[in-house]
């Protein structure tokens, strides 16, 4: 396994209080405590990224796409974090999968995801999420996927989640991740 194992966090929501980004950024925050030679970043991009427009999927790609599909090349594995909107994907993470497609940045690219929405909600989004995936190709590691709700008290300072038992969950879902890495690179 490589010196340094780097893990691109994704979430699907621009809400600056999301507790989807909120259990990504305590993933962020438990790599080095949890796992070591592991690095998490979050991709902040996701506002930014113009609408899907195939014409635009070529050599001279908008800057805010090239920043993405190169975060994601850059990457070991994926892990997503998203809400649901009316039942499905926010569209703003589902305009980011769609940059993905072309690329292929995805494809045979380790990933999981974490569903933090409460239940009786997210799996609409969940569901797609996994359809889109399959559909560019990615290796869902399931043992690292995780259904873990958030209460919005636990949200602390600096937008991680203070509730220790998620943040050990996090710190499962992680190695989780990271030991499927290991077996495919072995």
């Known amino acids: ?51 899907f427009n195939p014409d635009d999927d070529g050599a001279d790609l908008p800057a805010p796409v090239a920043a993405l599909r190169g975060q994601i090349s850059a990457a070991d594995a994926v892990m997503f974090c998203t809400p649901e909107y009316a039942g499905t994907l926010p569209g703003s993470f589902k305009n980011l999968l769609d940059w993905t497609v072309g690329g292929n940045e995805l494809s045979g690219k380790p990933v999981a995801w974490i569903n933090v929405a409460q239940q009786g909600r997210g799996e609409g989004a969940q569901a797609t999420l996994v359809t889109v995936l399959g559909y560019v190709g990615a290796v869902i590691v399931e043992p690292a996927c995780r259904r873990l709700p958030v209460a919005r008290d636990w949200v602390g300072p600096g937008g991680v989640i203070t509730d220790s038992s998620f943040r050990g969950a996090m710190a499962d879902a992680l190695a989780a991740l990271t030991a499927e890495l290991a077996a495919l690179r072995a």
């Not at 396994?1 to 980004?21: D, E, K």
């Not at 305590?26 to 998490?40: D, F, K």
């Open 1 to 51: 396994m490589p010196a340094q194992t780097r893990i691109l966090l994704v979430s699907g929501s621009t809400r600056g209080g999301s507790t989807n980004t909120a259990a990504l950024r305590t993933i962020q925050a438990v790599a080095p405590e949890g796992v070591s030679g592991v690095s998490a970043e979050l991709y902040e991009g996701l506002a930014g990224l113009p609408a």
